[in-house]
């Protein structure tokens, strides 16, 4: 046991410490925002005052407008190239097949359009669309603007060249020596030249237009961020981490903060776990599998809120404390859902207003979601967390603004988004459920269903069997309601608890018509039969993947009771001294949960009255009183939390349940003796 113990606990802190370290990592940089705040939106901090003089710079929209405006106006410098129409001149000269007034002529036409300007078909489209009037021209150092009027492009140039050649025979010798092809442009972009001379018109965009003096005010709690002061909070938080990246000792004290506050939110769980649900603090799977999900959605939300504005309002929180109302109840989901925003809060622009939207919507998702057998449920529930999402923002826009323009219609998306992912966790059950062994309300209606395989066959194979099995089933539901045990797993446990007897359903009386086996068999052998029926059911139903909790009912139904029938026919003939008990004596454990315990009083009492000839009321009060006494006497209840008001009110309820089993009912006259009878008031 001291084992079991240590193991568990290093299992405790292991996941503490896991947990603690991955929030950790996941938590936004020192280099983000300090204050949470959005353009055209009310800050909702304390007064801040300028702690040193920050320049005024113009807001991005003012900038982006004045820079557009810089940029089309912008007359870009182009070099004149001279040697290009050297090197064609040079060509044309070589032509020897033409005569040299010809030649002298075509050096003359290429002067010409050298001298007017050749340009890229990139410029040269420019020009023609009226975007580019004019260029700045370097000449010997100087820039001079100069009209693009005259300027062709390479294609053009070359065209006028064919038309003004002065004969065929000079056109030939042109596209024979490959003029054409050196006919560059002799206009060329000067783009180093060019970005100095648009930086310099972009200074005055960019320059600063003022200055907060220190100690003056900036802003104060209310006060709308307009452009211009988000433009200043930028610059006073740039220039504040700016002056911070030298003093290494504020970081590791911010370090050491984020450390500590998640290391307090987790611990308060630890903490919850350990003085309210005392059974679950001992169950490993139950707390690794809370820190598992406030682990994984705290980090969800770090990547959704770097990706999108206010996209942490996409991230379904509510899904969280519903799976905490399936696997667990509507207290720990409320207190694991209040962990979960608070590890989150430093994520939002607006920290009251998150705050209270995520608190409303989890309140919104456990009360809408007592109990999910059925689910459709989930769909209802992600309508009232939409509505609560969107009645709850428009709350707080009221009593912060005080207006509902500002009333966001991208954040009612979000929120619509977020009930959608919320109606999607049925498949998150369905992870858990296998991932950690729990089992829902949902699945255990699901195997309740009597068309399920199993219980199929067991109908077929011992009918008898059945309908004990859905009689116990039953009888154990009514009784768990009253004592607010879990009904479904009574129901379910109740329908399975028998299949082992599928092996050999003539060895058991429900089953037999007329002859029994147990005739030719010694007691000792009976009783291996008999007890046997439970080892086989555990097969059946790991071949069948049952839950763990099925698995326990088949387990403990008997107990670590005997097989008294026999036990009790061997020691009249043996002797009791001669006989041992173990040989008799059902595996076990004893019930372990109260749910349990009603099955094993279900199932011996609905045996039981089966054999009562006369069922009326006292035989069935003392039926009942016996059977249960006796497994109380011997010991069997003693591992299950019921307690002696339970057992009170279980009596009462199988006592009750019974008598309207076994009601006497009235007997129906014959055709004869009806006509010579005359009907009563009291006959049907």
Same mark, same amino acid.
């Given at each position: 046991?001291?084992?079991?113990?240590s193991?568990?606990?290093l299992?405790?802190?292991?996941?503490f410490?896991?947990?603690?370290?991955?929030?950790v990592l996941f938590l936004?940089?020192?280099?983000?925002?300090?204050?949470?705040?959005?353009?055209n939106?009310?800050?909702?901090?304390s007064?801040? /005052?300028?702690?040193?003089?920050?320049?005024?710079?113009?807001?991005?929209?003012?900038?982006?407008?004045?820079?557009?405006?810089i940029?089309a106006?912008?007359?870009?410098?182009y070099k004149?190239?001279?040697?290009?129409?050297d *090197?064609?001149?040079?060509r044309?000269?070589?032509?020897?097949?033409?005569?040299?007034?010809?030649?002298?002529?075509l050096?003359?036409l290429?002067?010409?359009l050298?001298?007017?300007?050749?340009v890229?078909?990139?410029?040269a489209?420019?020009?023609?669309?009226g975007?580019?009037?004019?260029?700045?021209?370097?000449?010997?150092n100087i820039?001079?603007?100069g009209?693009?009027?005259?300027?062709?492009?390479?294609?053009?140039?070359?065209?006028?060249?064919?038309?003004?050649?002065?004969?065929?025979?000079?056109?030939q010798a042109?596209l024979?020596?490959?003029?054409?092809?050196?006919?560059l442009?002799?206009?060329?972009l000067?783009?180093?030249?060019?970005?100095?001379l648009?930086?310099?018109?972009?200074?005055?965009?960019?320059?600063?237009?003022?200055?907060?003096?220190?100690?003056e005010?900036?802003v104060?709690?209310?006060?709308?961020?307009?452009?211009?002061?988000y433009?200043?909070?930028?610059?006073?938080?740039? @220039?504040v981490?700016?002056?911070d990246?030298?003093?290494?000792? /504020?970081?590791i004290?911010i370090?050491?903060g984020?450390?500590?506050?998640?290391?307090?939110?987790?611990?308060?769980?630890?903490?919850?776990?350990f003085?309210?649900r005392p059974?679950?603090?001992? *169950?490993?799977r139950?707390?690794l599998?809370?820190? /598992?999900?406030l682990?994984?959605?705290?980090?969800?939300?770090?990547i959704l809120s770097a990706?999108?504005?206010?996209?942490?309002?996409?991230?379904?929180? /509510?899904?969280?404390?519903?799976?905490m109302v399936?696997f667990?109840?509507?207290?720990t989901?409320?207190?694991?859902?209040?962990i979960?925003?608070?590890?989150?809060i430093n994520?939002s622009t607006?920290?009251?207003?998150?705050?209270?939207?995520e608190?409303?919507?989890?309140?919104?998702?456990?009360?809408s979601?007592?109990?999910?057998?059925?689910?459709?449920?989930l769909i209802?529930?992600?309508?009232?967390?939409f509505?609560?999402?969107?009645?709850?923002?428009?709350?707080?826009?009221?009593?912060?603004?005080g207006?509902?323009?500002?009333?966001?219609?991208?954040l009612?998306?979000?929120f619509?988004?977020?009930?959608?992912?919320?109606?999607?966790?049925?498949?998150?059950?369905?992870?858990?459920e296998k991932?950690?062994?729990?089992i829902s309300v949902?699945?255990?209606v699901?195997?309740?269903?009597?068309?399920?395989?199993?219980?199929?066959?067991?109908?077929?194979?011992?009918?008898?069997?059945?309908q004990h099995?859905?009689a116990v089933?039953s009888l154990a539901?009514?009784a768990?309601?009253?004592i607010h045990?879990n009904?479904?797993?009574?129901?379910?446990?109740?329908?399975?608890?028998?299949?082992?007897?599928?092996?050999?359903?003539?060895f058991?009386t429900e089953?037999?018509h007329?002859?029994n086996p #147990?005739?030719?068999?010694?007691?000792?052998q009976s009783?291996r039969?008999?007890i046997?029926?439970?080892?086989?059911?555990?097969?059946?139903?790991?071949?069948a993947?049952?839950?763990?909790?099925i698995?326990?009912?088949?387990?403990?139904?008997?107990?670590?009771?005997?097989?008294?029938?026999?036990?009790?026919?061997?020691?009249?003939?043996?002797?009791?001294?001669?006989?041992?008990?173990e040989l008799?004596?059902?595996?076990?454990?004893?019930?372990?949960?109260a749910e349990?315990s009603?099955? @094993?009083?279900?199932?011996?009492v609905?045996?039981a009255?089966?054999?009562?000839p006369s069922p009326?009321?006292e035989?069935?009060?003392e039926?009942?009183n016996?059977?249960?006494?006796?497994?109380?006497?011997?010991?069997?209840?003693?591992?299950?939390?019921?307690?002696?008001?339970?057992?009170?009110?279980?009596k009462?309820s199988f006592?009750?349940?019974?008598?309207?089993i076994y #009601?006497?009912?009235?007997?129906?006259?014959?055709?004869?003796?009806?006509?010579?009878?005359?009907?009563?008031?009291?006959?049907?």
């Open positions: 046991m001291k084992i079991d113990i193991r568990i606990t299992l405790r802190a292991a996941t410490v896991v947990a603690t370290l991955l929030a936004p940089g020192n280099d983000e925002q300090r204050f949470n705040y959005e353009e939106r009310p800050w909702t901090h007064l801040l /005052t300028a702690p040193f003089d920050i320049p005024v710079f113009r807001d991005s929209t003012t900038v982006r407008e004045m820079s557009d405006s940029r106006g912008f007359i870009p410098v004149r190239q001279t040697q290009i129409a *090197n064609v001149k040079q044309i000269s070589e032509l020897t097949e033409i005569p040299q007034n010809e030649r002298a002529r050096r003359t290429v002067d010409r050298y001298a007017g300007g050749i890229d078909s990139g410029t489209g420019q020009i023609s669309s975007k580019l009037k004019s260029i700045k021209i370097v000449s010997d820039i001079q603007t009209s693009t009027s005259s300027f062709r492009s390479q294609r053009s140039a070359y065209a006028l060249l064919d038309s003004l050649a002065p004969s065929a025979e000079a056109r042109i024979a020596h490959d003029i054409p092809s050196l006919l442009p002799n206009m060329v000067d783009t180093i030249e060019s970005e100095r648009l930086q310099e018109a972009l200074q005055p965009a960019t320059a600063a237009i003022g200055v907060v003096q220190q100690g005010r900036i104060d709690r209310g006060d709308i961020v307009t452009p211009q002061l433009q200043v909070l930028l610059t006073y938080e740039d @220039m981490e700016a002056r990246l030298s003093e290494s000792s /504020t970081h004290y370090e050491v984020q450390i500590m506050y998640i290391a307090i939110l987790f611990a308060a769980v630890y903490l919850y776990f003085l309210y059974k679950w603090w001992g *169950n490993r139950r707390l599998c809370v820190m /598992t999900l682990t994984a959605f705290y980090i969800f939300a770090v990706a999108f504005t206010s996209g942490i309002y996409i991230i379904p929180f /509510t899904i969280l404390p519903i799976m399936v667990y109840d509507a207290r989901a409320l207190f694991v859902h209040l979960e925003i608070l590890l989150c994520l607006f920290p009251v207003e998150f705050v209270f939207i608190f409303i919507a989890g309140i919104a998702s456990i009360f979601l007592q109990e999910l057998s059925k689910r459709s449920q209802k529930t992600a309508a009232y967390v509505l609560s999402y969107t009645v709850a923002y428009l709350a707080v826009e009221l009593m912060t603004t207006i509902a323009t500002s009333f966001s219609w991208k009612i998306g979000f619509m988004i977020n009930a959608v992912l919320t109606s999607f966790a049925y498949i998150l059950i369905f992870l858990l991932a950690f062994g729990f949902v699945t255990l699901e195997l309740a269903d009597i068309n399920s395989p199993i219980l199929r066959e067991l109908s077929e194979e011992c009918p008898g069997t059945f099995s859905i089933s539901a009514e768990a309601r009253k045990a009904v479904q797993i009574v129901r379910a446990g109740a329908l399975y608890h028998d299949i082992g007897k599928i092996s050999n359903p003539a058991f089953n037999q007329g002859v #147990h005739d030719s068999l010694t007691p000792e009783a039969i008999i046997g029926h439970i080892t086989d059911g555990l097969k059946r139903a790991d071949k993947q049952l839950p763990e909790v698995r326990d009912m088949i387990r403990q139904h008997h107990g670590a009771g005997k097989a008294k029938y026999f036990y009790i026919t061997e020691c009249r003939r043996k002797g009791e001294e001669n006989v041992d008990p008799y004596t059902y595996p076990g454990p004893n019930p372990q949960t349990a009603l099955l @094993m009083m279900a199932d011996s609905e045996a009255s089966r054999s009562l009326t009321v035989a069935i009060t039926l009942v016996r059977i249960i006494d006796s497994q109380i006497n011997e010991g069997l209840h003693n591992d299950s939390p019921i307690s002696f008001r339970d057992i009170k009110e279980i009462e006592i009750k349940r019974l008598r309207t #009601h006497a009912r009235i007997a129906y006259p014959s055709d004869e003796s009806t006509r010579r009878q005359t009907p009563t008031a009291n006959q049907p």
